[in-house]
Protein backbone atom coordinates (compact mmCIF):
# COMPACT_ATOMS: atom_id res chain seq x y z
CA UNK A 1 0.00 0.00 0.00
CA UNK A 2 1.22 3.85 -0.58
CA UNK A 3 1.65 5.18 2.45
CA UNK A 4 2.50 8.58 4.32
CA UNK A 5 3.54 8.31 7.92
CA UNK A 6 3.40 11.33 10.29
CA UNK A 7 5.23 10.64 13.55
CA UNK A 8 7.63 11.78 16.19
CA UNK A 9 8.71 10.44 19.76
CA UNK A 10 10.18 6.73 20.30
CA UNK A 11 6.30 5.36 20.78
CA UNK A 12 6.10 5.66 16.75
CA UNK A 13 9.21 3.71 15.71
CA UNK A 14 7.74 0.17 16.20
CA UNK A 15 4.91 0.94 13.77
CA UNK A 16 7.08 2.78 11.08
CA UNK A 17 9.47 -0.25 11.05
CA UNK A 18 6.71 -2.96 11.14
CA UNK A 19 5.24 -1.41 7.87
CA UNK A 20 8.42 -1.05 6.23
CA UNK A 21 8.96 -4.30 6.69
CA UNK A 22 5.95 -5.89 5.73
CA UNK A 23 6.51 -4.02 2.45
CA UNK A 24 4.63 -0.93 2.27
CA UNK A 25 5.65 1.68 0.37
CA UNK A 26 6.01 4.71 2.64
CA UNK A 27 6.41 7.72 0.41
CA UNK A 28 7.32 10.09 2.82
CA UNK A 29 7.97 10.16 6.79
CA UNK A 30 6.52 13.66 8.16
CA UNK A 31 7.53 14.17 11.00
CA UNK A 32 8.03 17.28 13.41
CA UNK A 33 11.43 20.15 12.68
CA UNK A 34 14.50 19.15 14.97
CA UNK A 35 14.37 20.89 18.44
CA UNK A 36 17.33 21.85 20.56
CA UNK A 37 17.93 19.56 23.42
CA UNK A 38 19.91 20.21 26.70
CA UNK A 39 21.98 22.98 28.17
CA UNK A 40 23.83 23.62 24.98
CA UNK A 41 20.27 23.36 22.98
CA UNK A 42 22.06 21.31 20.48
CA UNK A 43 19.08 21.15 17.34
CA UNK A 44 18.40 17.66 17.67
CA UNK A 45 16.02 15.08 15.02
CA UNK A 46 13.35 13.03 16.21
CA UNK A 47 13.48 9.23 16.61
CA UNK A 48 11.15 9.01 13.35
CA UNK A 49 13.32 11.00 11.30
CA UNK A 50 16.52 9.33 12.60
CA UNK A 51 14.77 5.92 11.60
CA UNK A 52 13.52 7.26 8.15
CA UNK A 53 16.61 7.30 7.31
CA UNK A 54 17.98 4.72 7.98
CA UNK A 55 15.26 3.07 6.17
CA UNK A 56 16.02 5.00 3.10
CA UNK A 57 12.62 7.01 3.63
CA UNK A 58 12.34 11.07 2.72
CA UNK A 59 11.43 13.36 5.40
CA UNK A 60 9.78 16.38 5.96
CA UNK A 61 9.46 18.84 8.69
CA UNK A 62 7.13 21.07 7.88
CA UNK A 63 6.74 24.16 10.86
CA UNK A 64 3.43 23.80 9.79
CA UNK A 65 0.85 22.03 7.69
CA UNK A 66 -3.08 23.52 8.15
CA UNK A 67 -1.37 26.43 5.53
CA UNK A 68 1.29 25.28 3.79
CA UNK A 69 0.97 24.99 -0.06
CA UNK A 70 4.20 23.52 -0.50
CA UNK A 71 3.69 20.30 1.75
CA UNK A 72 0.15 19.83 0.66
CA UNK A 73 1.52 19.89 -2.89
CA UNK A 74 3.76 17.59 -1.63
CA UNK A 75 1.09 15.19 -0.02
CA UNK A 76 -1.59 14.81 -3.34
CA UNK A 77 1.90 14.72 -5.92
CA UNK A 78 2.30 11.62 -3.93
CA UNK A 79 -1.09 10.65 -4.25
CA UNK A 80 -1.09 7.94 -0.83
CA UNK A 81 -4.20 5.41 -0.25
CA UNK A 82 -3.51 6.06 3.53
CA UNK A 83 -1.91 8.52 6.25
CA UNK A 84 -0.82 6.64 9.37
CA UNK A 85 -0.13 9.02 12.09
CA UNK A 86 1.37 7.74 15.36
CA UNK A 87 1.91 10.82 17.94
CA UNK A 88 2.77 13.22 15.28
CA UNK A 89 2.07 15.77 18.02
CA UNK A 90 0.06 18.15 15.73
CA UNK A 91 -3.74 18.53 14.22
CA UNK A 92 -4.01 17.08 11.29
CA UNK A 93 -6.04 19.49 8.90
CA UNK A 94 -9.15 18.78 6.97
CA UNK A 95 -7.18 18.84 3.77
CA UNK A 96 -5.06 16.05 4.80
CA UNK A 97 -8.67 14.20 6.19
CA UNK A 98 -10.20 14.45 2.88
CA UNK A 99 -6.69 13.32 0.81
CA UNK A 100 -6.00 9.72 0.70
CA UNK A 101 -9.56 7.66 -0.14
CA UNK A 102 -8.80 5.16 3.32
CA UNK A 103 -8.24 8.06 5.64
CA UNK A 104 -5.91 8.80 7.93
CA UNK A 105 -5.47 6.29 10.36
CA UNK A 106 -4.14 6.94 13.98
CA UNK A 107 -2.55 4.61 16.22
CA UNK A 108 -3.83 5.89 20.51
CA UNK A 109 -2.62 4.51 22.88
CA UNK A 110 -5.73 3.79 25.29
CA UNK A 111 -9.24 2.12 24.99
CA UNK A 112 -10.93 4.64 22.94
CA UNK A 113 -13.02 6.57 24.31
CA UNK A 114 -11.26 6.28 27.31
CA UNK A 115 -8.16 8.90 27.88
CA UNK A 116 -8.51 10.93 24.66
CA UNK A 117 -5.66 13.14 24.58
CA UNK A 118 -1.96 13.73 24.51
CA UNK A 119 -1.27 11.48 27.70
CA UNK A 120 -3.75 8.21 27.82
CA UNK A 121 -0.83 6.20 29.26
CA UNK A 122 0.30 8.53 32.15
CA UNK A 123 -3.47 8.98 33.35
CA UNK A 124 -4.45 5.40 32.84
CA UNK A 125 -1.89 4.62 35.03
CA UNK A 126 -2.46 7.32 37.42
CA UNK A 127 -6.00 6.97 37.85
CA UNK A 128 -4.82 3.08 38.74
CA UNK A 129 -6.15 1.42 35.78
CA UNK A 130 -5.70 -2.22 35.62
CA UNK A 131 -6.05 -1.98 31.96
CA UNK A 132 -5.48 -0.46 29.23
CA UNK A 133 -4.41 -1.09 25.12
CA UNK A 134 -4.32 0.56 21.88
CA UNK A 135 -6.99 1.63 19.51
CA UNK A 136 -6.81 2.56 15.73
CA UNK A 137 -9.50 4.98 14.43
CA UNK A 138 -10.04 7.19 11.59
CA UNK A 139 -8.99 10.29 12.53
CA UNK A 140 -12.17 12.99 12.05
CA UNK A 141 -12.14 16.72 13.17
CA UNK A 142 -12.39 16.22 16.75
CA UNK A 143 -9.98 15.08 19.39
CA UNK A 144 -9.35 11.67 19.47
CA UNK A 145 -12.66 10.99 18.49
CA UNK A 146 -12.93 9.24 15.32
CA UNK A 147 -14.68 6.02 14.65
CA UNK A 148 -12.96 3.05 16.13
CA UNK A 149 -11.18 0.21 13.51
CA UNK A 150 -9.26 -2.21 16.17
CA UNK A 151 -8.91 -2.34 19.82
CA UNK A 152 -6.78 -4.50 21.74
CA UNK A 153 -6.38 -4.80 25.40
CA UNK A 154 -3.20 -4.49 27.47
CA UNK A 155 -3.01 -5.13 31.83
CA UNK A 156 -1.30 -2.58 33.48
CA UNK A 157 0.66 -4.84 36.68
CA UNK A 158 0.25 -2.90 40.33
CA UNK A 159 3.62 -1.55 39.85
CA UNK A 160 4.25 -0.93 36.39
CA UNK A 161 5.00 2.65 35.59
CA UNK A 162 3.87 4.39 32.22
CA UNK A 163 7.30 4.42 31.34
CA UNK A 164 7.15 0.88 30.84
CA UNK A 165 3.88 0.52 29.90
CA UNK A 166 4.77 2.91 26.76
CA UNK A 167 7.04 0.41 24.88
CA UNK A 168 4.93 -2.34 25.27
CA UNK A 169 1.96 -0.36 23.72
CA UNK A 170 3.92 0.70 20.91
CA UNK A 171 4.80 -2.94 19.87
CA UNK A 172 1.29 -4.06 20.33
CA UNK A 173 -0.21 -0.98 18.83
CA UNK A 174 2.62 -1.27 15.53
CA UNK A 175 0.62 -5.20 14.80
CA UNK A 176 -2.91 -4.13 15.54
CA UNK A 177 -2.21 -1.11 12.50
CA UNK A 178 -0.99 -3.86 10.67
CA UNK A 179 -3.95 -5.75 10.79
CA UNK A 180 -5.75 -2.39 10.03
CA UNK A 181 -4.41 -1.72 7.24
CA UNK A 182 -4.91 -5.67 5.88
CA UNK A 183 -8.90 -5.05 7.11
CA UNK A 184 -8.82 -1.82 5.27
CA UNK A 185 -7.17 -3.61 1.99
CA UNK A 186 -9.61 -6.15 1.82
CA UNK A 187 -12.57 -4.64 2.59
CA UNK A 188 -13.16 -6.50 5.40
CA UNK A 189 -13.52 -3.92 8.17
CA UNK A 190 -15.56 -1.77 8.75
CA UNK A 191 -15.28 1.34 11.70
CA UNK A 192 -17.72 1.70 14.38
CA UNK A 193 -18.46 5.14 16.18
CA UNK A 194 -16.94 6.03 19.66
CA UNK A 195 -19.37 5.75 22.72
CA UNK A 196 -19.34 9.62 23.77
CA UNK A 197 -20.94 9.27 26.77
CA UNK A 198 -17.97 7.23 27.85
CA UNK A 199 -15.14 9.19 26.87
CA UNK A 200 -12.68 10.78 29.54
CA UNK A 201 -9.95 13.02 28.84
CA UNK A 202 -6.18 12.74 28.90
CA UNK A 203 -4.94 16.59 29.24
CA UNK A 204 -1.19 17.05 28.45
CA UNK A 205 1.03 17.05 31.58
CA UNK A 206 2.51 19.65 33.61
CA UNK A 207 4.94 20.26 36.12
CA UNK A 208 2.08 21.19 38.80
CA UNK A 209 0.34 17.57 38.17
CA UNK A 210 3.50 16.38 39.81
CA UNK A 211 3.21 18.08 42.86
CA UNK A 212 1.98 15.84 45.86
CA UNK A 213 -1.33 16.32 47.61
CA UNK A 214 -1.11 14.39 50.83
CA UNK A 215 -4.54 14.56 51.64
CA UNK A 216 -4.91 11.49 48.93
CA UNK A 217 -4.15 7.90 50.03
CA UNK A 218 -0.90 6.55 49.76
CA UNK A 219 -1.72 4.52 46.79
CA UNK A 220 -3.42 7.39 44.97
CA UNK A 221 -0.47 9.23 45.73
CA UNK A 222 1.68 5.97 44.33
CA UNK A 223 -0.63 5.21 41.57
CA UNK A 224 -0.12 9.27 40.03
CA UNK A 225 4.20 8.55 40.61
CA UNK A 226 3.79 5.95 38.64
CA UNK A 227 1.96 7.33 35.76
CA UNK A 228 4.06 10.52 36.09
CA UNK A 229 7.52 8.91 34.84
CA UNK A 230 9.35 9.66 33.83
CA UNK A 231 8.42 13.16 33.76
CA UNK A 232 6.54 15.20 35.33
CA UNK A 233 7.56 12.83 38.51
CA UNK A 234 6.89 13.45 42.00
CA UNK A 235 8.16 16.31 44.56
CA UNK A 236 6.97 18.29 47.57
CA UNK A 237 8.76 21.06 49.79
CA UNK A 238 10.47 20.46 52.91
CA UNK A 239 11.31 23.86 54.66
CA UNK A 240 10.30 25.80 51.81
CA UNK A 241 12.97 23.57 49.67
CA UNK A 242 11.56 21.43 46.66
CA UNK A 243 11.94 17.99 47.53
CA UNK A 244 11.84 15.46 44.52
CA UNK A 245 10.55 11.82 45.39
CA UNK A 246 12.02 10.08 42.87
CA UNK A 247 11.25 6.47 44.72
CA UNK A 248 8.16 5.59 46.97
CA UNK A 249 5.94 2.60 47.78
CA UNK A 250 2.45 2.05 49.95
CA UNK A 251 3.59 1.61 53.29
CA UNK A 252 2.98 -1.97 54.59
CA UNK A 253 0.57 -2.04 57.49
CA UNK A 254 3.37 -3.43 59.81
CA UNK A 255 5.17 -1.20 59.15
CA UNK A 256 4.05 2.29 59.79
CA UNK A 257 3.61 4.27 62.33
CA UNK A 258 0.35 5.25 64.18
CA UNK A 259 -2.32 6.46 61.40
CA UNK A 260 -3.55 9.59 63.81
CA UNK A 261 -1.08 11.97 62.28
CA UNK A 262 -1.89 14.71 59.76
CA UNK A 263 -1.24 14.42 55.92
CA UNK A 264 1.89 15.41 55.20
CA UNK A 265 3.66 14.61 58.71
CA UNK A 266 7.21 13.01 58.82
CA UNK A 267 7.87 9.61 60.93
CA UNK A 268 11.18 7.93 61.07
CA UNK A 269 11.87 4.51 61.93
CA UNK A 270 15.52 2.72 61.52
CA UNK A 271 16.40 4.67 58.80
CA UNK A 272 13.15 4.68 57.23
CA UNK A 273 11.24 7.84 55.97
CA UNK A 274 7.40 7.60 56.23
CA UNK A 275 5.05 10.37 55.11
CA UNK A 276 1.15 10.25 56.36
CA UNK A 277 -1.36 10.54 53.43
CA UNK A 278 -4.96 10.68 53.68
CA UNK A 279 -7.27 7.44 54.73
CA UNK A 280 -4.93 6.95 57.32
CA UNK A 281 -2.43 5.45 55.33
CA UNK A 282 1.38 6.47 54.61
CA UNK A 283 4.15 6.69 51.69
CA UNK A 284 6.99 5.37 51.97
CA UNK A 285 9.98 7.08 50.51
CA UNK A 286 12.82 5.44 49.46
CA UNK A 287 14.51 7.99 47.04
CA UNK A 288 14.80 11.57 47.28
CA UNK A 289 16.42 14.72 46.50
CA UNK A 290 16.76 18.08 47.96
CA UNK A 291 16.33 21.00 45.77
CA UNK A 292 20.08 21.60 45.11
CA UNK A 293 21.61 18.76 46.44
CA UNK A 294 22.08 14.79 44.76
CA UNK A 295 19.26 12.14 44.66
CA UNK A 296 20.35 9.87 47.61
CA UNK A 297 18.69 6.86 49.73
CA UNK A 298 16.25 7.89 51.92
CA UNK A 299 18.42 6.62 54.83
CA UNK A 300 21.27 8.66 53.23
CA UNK A 301 19.25 11.40 53.07
CA UNK A 302 18.63 11.00 56.48
CA UNK A 303 22.07 11.08 57.94
CA UNK A 304 22.84 14.37 56.68
CA UNK A 305 19.14 16.09 57.89
CA UNK A 306 17.59 16.36 61.18
CA UNK A 307 13.95 16.14 61.21
CA UNK A 308 12.69 17.79 64.31
CA UNK A 309 9.25 15.83 65.77
CA UNK A 310 6.15 16.48 63.82
CA UNK A 311 7.88 18.56 61.21
CA UNK A 312 5.50 18.11 57.63
CA UNK A 313 6.29 17.94 53.54
CA UNK A 314 3.81 20.12 52.15
CA UNK A 315 3.65 23.39 49.97
Excluded at 13 to 37: F, W, Y
Excluded at 92 to 109: E, F, I, K, R, T
Excluded at 178 to 204: F, V, Y
Excluded at 228 to 236: D, K, N, V
Amino acid sequence: MKLVFCGTPRFALPTLERLAKAGHAIELAVTQPDRPIGRSHLLTPSPVKLLARQLGIPVAQPEKIKTNPEFEARLRAIQPEAIVVVAYGRIVPSWMLDLPPLGNLNLHASLLPKYRGAAPIQWAVANGETITGATTIRIDQGLDTGPILLAEALPIGPHQTAEEIAPLLAERGAGLMLETLRGLEHGSLHARPQDDSAATLAPILTREDAHIDFSRSAQQIYNRWRGFQPWPGAYTFLRARKLTIHRMRPALRASIPPSDAPSGAIAVDQGRLFVATGQASWIEALEVQLEGRKKLSARDFLQGVSLAPGERLGS
